[in-house]
């Protein structure tokens, strides 16, 4: 089956900096690749997603790439704001989905 | 919110006693899943459903059934519950639910349990 694996686990920046968290996968049937965040308390709410025809996919200040050769795929958060606090997830699959393990962000003042 | 809403939305039992969470949602979507949250392991899930009585496992299912007797809601059985599965449970909804592909999740508000 599936395995996603995430890394950093956790990641501080500074506010105005760029954050970039990183996952892989191993199972080549997947052909989507959502992202998550999730603050303390709340259910995860999606943020931006890709599918496997795409290689790049941008949203304001989150972007999300995928290189689907190497099997990896990363989220980009650009100039970071203090609501941008949260612990983030990545996932891929098709009809189901794994998740990895979660990256806790803290954008420092 | 995608109209989910999952019911208790705490609960705290005691080991060895049944326990059923129910899931929500008004808007006919085909698809739904439970998951359950730990510390260090992100989202697993334990169940999902593609239809009303079509129902399929997930990467941690020992221990849990699930039932869908009707499209609006998602039930999950504990029959016997155990500390190991004191956790915060959360079902979620994918629309549109074409058969080939993946998509979008929304999650509902959580159920955490307790099992003392």
């Known amino acids: 089956g599936e395995n996603v694996e995430q890394h950093p686990s956790t990641l501080s920046v500074q506010e105005g900096d760029s954050a970039v968290i990183k996952c892989t996968y191993s199972?080549?049937?997947?052909?989507?690749f959502p992202w998550y965040k999730q603050e303390l308390g709340k259910r995860p709410q999606l943020i931006i997603d890709?599918?496997?025809?795409?290689g790049e996919k941008k949203d304001q200040r989150i972007a999300v790439t995928l290189n689907k050769t190497a099997k990896h795929f990363s989220l980009h958060i650009t100039e970071t704001q203090p609501e941008d606090s949260a612990v983030y997830f990545c996932?891929?699959?098709?009809?189901?989905?794994?998740f990895g393990q979660g990256t806790r962000l803290t954008i420092n003042p | 919110d995608a109209g989910i809403t999952q019911s208790p939305r705490h609960k705290v039992t005691e080991t060895g006693t049944p326990v059923t969470l129910r899931c929500h949602q008004t808007?006919?979507?085909?698809?739904m899943y439970w998951y359950r949250q730990d510390p260090g392991h992100g989202l697993r899930l334990i169940h999902y459903?593609?239809?009303?009585?079509?129902?399929d496992k997930g990467e941690v299912s020992d221990g849990y059934s699930v039932s869908r007797s009707k499209t609006e809601d998602f039930l999950l059985t504990l029959e016997s519950a155990t500390s190991s599965q004191t956790s915060v449970y959360f079902c979620?909804?994918?629309?549109?639910?074409?058969?080939?592909?993946?998509?979008?999740?929304?999650f509902g508000p959580g159920t955490r349990l307790t099992v003392t």
């Open positions: 459903s593609y239809g009303v009585k079509d129902t």
């Open positions: 199972d080549s049937a997947s052909n989507y």
């Open positions: 808007e006919n979507h085909r698809y």
């Open positions: 979620a909804i994918r629309p549109g639910g074409r058969v080939a592909g993946g998509g979008e999740q929304y």
């Open positions: 996932a891929g699959g098709a009809q189901k989905l794994v």
């Open positions: 890709i599918r496997s025809n795409v």
